[in-house]
């Protein structure tokens, strides 16, 4: 699946997103509204993840959507 497809999709694949990153809250899903350089951003922050390795983890994901 491409990322166009999640962003134009937000609402709908933002459940899928709390299930693989519980700790984003719903405010900060909802100010994220598809856009994957925020998301990365934020599963960097909350998780203490490199940057290489949020984007390993949305490519990951994204692969199984």
Partial sequence: ???DRIEGNWKQF???VKE????LT???IAE????REQLEGR???R????????RE?????LDRM
């Fill in 1 to 3: 699946m491409d990322w």
């Fill in 14 to 16: 933002t459940g899928k």
């Fill in 20 to 23: 693989t990153w519980g700790q």
């Fill in 26 to 28: 719903d405010d900060e």
């Fill in 32 to 35: 994220i509204n598809g856009d």
């Fill in 43 to 45: 599963i960097q922050a």
């Fill in 47 to 54: 998780y203490g993840y490199a940057k290489d390795k949020a």
């Fill in 57 to 61: 983890e949305v490519d990951n994901w």
